[in-house]
């Protein structure tokens, strides 16, 4: 049965990846009448590329985080097996025994259920990557339709009067037919601006709320947090096997070269301050305040997900965002 759990993350293999290329635009013969038309259309074709390249950027990063994602799903499955197979060896000898046997059973039951997380965690990675990757799919479609907006909208200048072309779904609000993506409307007019790419930040700014990313440290220390899924929790524990909420976030950061105070109470008044809309992995997220200060700490993977030490009656794993107050606090990485 573990076996067959490893076998679900891939074995090898890297993420696959889109590049759009530069639209190659004819000019139009001078004495044409179509002239100023065609040129605006080109032009119109430079800048919705210019946004596609930014869209490919975003997607190209969404897939390499699904391939390292995988990856660190097969090394935790690999792992629960190995230590399932080491403490199988260990207790092989007294199993000739019902209190052999029993322990024997036990130790299965436990790396069943620490594979079980792995599943679990890596499965809620996948639903927020393939979310976004739909998002994706919706902005090039988007962005494709503004470009064709935009020629036709330039044909109907050089020809005078507007030529009744039509505007391809883009006026007004309605997101181009798309419910709930009335953000794109504005998708032409932002084209028109001198930095397409500062645009393309903007589109995927409103589509996507803000991209989650943390710095190179603090993903790694939310990896290595990750690495302790299903360690127990206790009480001033600061690892490397069992964990309190402050415990781990040290923990975790020390292993990526960052220092941090040990208690909730100093965490509060460590990095620099972020709103709640601008989370990013790695960020340390206080809540459940009580007289005025904060009586746990959390580390957040992703702007919706975290991964916590909760309490003695849990193992570390990946929860919500918590509700109610919240300071988050950003202890590497610019703002």
Not at 7 to 31: C, E, K, L, M
Not at 148 to 170: E, K, L, T
Not at 296 to 302: D, E, N, P, T
């Amino acid at each position: 049965m573990l076996a067959a759990a490893q076998g679900v993350f891939p074995a090898a293999g890297g993420p696959g990846s889109v590049q759009s290329q530069g639209p190659g635009v004819p000019a139009a013969p001078p004495d044409s009448a179509l002239s100023t038309g065609a040129g605006n259309a080109g032009d119109g074709y430079k800048r919705t590329w210019g946004t596609v390249t930014g869209l490919d950027a975003q997607t190209n990063g969404t897939s390499a985080a699904g391939a390292a994602e995988g990856q660190n799903g097969r090394t935790g499955a690999t792992g629960v097996r190995q230590s399932a197979a080491s403490a199988a060896a260990a207790i092989a000898p007294a199993t000739g025994s019902p209190a052999g046997v029993k322990t024997l059973v036990t130790s299965m039951d436990d790396r069943l259920a620490a594979m079980q997380r792995q599943l679990d965690s890596t499965k809620a990675q996948n639903q927020l990557l393939a979310t976004r990757m739909r998002q994706m799919a919706l902005a090039y479609r988007q962005a494709g339709q503004a470009s064709q907006a935009g020629m036709f909208r330039g044909m109907g200048g050089a020809m005078g009067g507007g030529g009744g072309m039509p505007s391809m779904g883009m006026g007004g609000g309605s997101g181009g037919g798309f419910p709930g993506m009335g953000m794109f409307s504005r998708l032409p007019g932002m084209l028109n601006g001198q930095n397409s790419r500062n645009a393309t930040d903007q589109l995927t700014s409103d589509l996507f709320g803000r991209d989650g990313n943390g710095s190179d440290r603090a993903n790694r220390a939310v990896a290595f947090a990750k690495s302790k899924l299903g360690a127990p929790y206790v009480w001033g524990a600061t690892g490397p096997n069992a964990f309190d909420c402050s415990g781990l976030t040290q923990w975790a950061y020390g292993k990526a070269g960052v220092s941090l105070p040990r208690t909730t109470y100093d965490l509060v008044h460590t990095g620099t301050p972020v709103s709640r809309a601008n989370i990013r992995a790695g960020d340390l997220i206080l809540c459940n305040w009580q007289n005025g200060r904060p009586e746990h700490v959390v580390m957040a993977v992703s702007p919706d997900l975290v991964v916590e030490a909760p309490n003695r009656h849990e193992r570390v794993k990946l929860s919500s965002l918590p509700s109610g107050h919240l300071e988050i606090r950003r202890v590497v990485g610019s703002q």
